[in-house]
């Protein structure tokens, strides 16, 4: 069989099949099955003709197969972590934050944020100023600090006043600067 007959067979056409189906395919499915999978699970979680748990669950698959997508390197883990934080943050804006799920948690969402950056963020903005002099590497891990903090003027909306969220206001004000 041909890559074009496969593509058009109705089967392989992940966007058709049930979330139990997707979730079974899943568990076994290898890098480039894993992304579609976690393309097609968001998509499902975006739509609006879904009741809000089942969307969350859609969700939930995406996350779980992005967790699962191959790589160990340091713009691998910036790309999982990004679709992760990007996914959570939407799901808490338009499906509303749950107490049960600590996926779908602002506090959570925010600690998790903290624990992905390995600068402070007045070090990032130190770095931001002069980020043309930088060597590239340096250059791109200001790249991934500015990709894992892109949601964070949502998920400050969320936060209750503290530390926690003090500290995402300095990322989030640092943000713009970053390269």
């Known amino acids: 069989m041909n890559a074009d007959a496969d593509h058009q067979d109705p089967s392989r056409d992940l966007s058709t099949w049930t979330i139990e189906r997707l979730q079974s395919f899943a568990s076994s499915a290898r890098s480039r099955q894993l992304e579609a999978v976690r393309v097609v699970a968001q998509d499902h979680a ?73 600068l402070t963020s007045t070090e990032a903005r130190a770095l931001a100023n002069h980020w043309r002099d930088l060597a590239v590497e340096q250059i791109g891990e200001l790249r991934r600090h500015k990709n894992l903090t892109a949601h964070l003027d949502r998920l400050i909306q969320h936060l209750q006043p503290g530390s926690v969220r003090d500290r995402l206001l300095a990322w989030a004000e640092t943000h713009q600067y970053l390269p």
Do not use: C, K
Not at 62 to 80: E, I, K
Not at 81 to 97: S, T
């Open 46 to 118: 975006y739509r609006t003709g879904q009741p809000r748990e089942v969307r969350r669950q859609w969700a939930t698959l995406s996350l779980q197969a992005n967790q699962r997508l191959p790589g160990d390197g340091l713009w691998d883990r910036a790309r999982t972590a990004h679709q992760n934080f990007m996914l959570r943050m939407w799901v808490i804006d338009h499906l509303g934050p749950d107490s049960e799920d600590q996926s779908w948690s602002p506090d959570t969402l925010a600690t998790d944020t903290i624990a992905a950056l390995s």
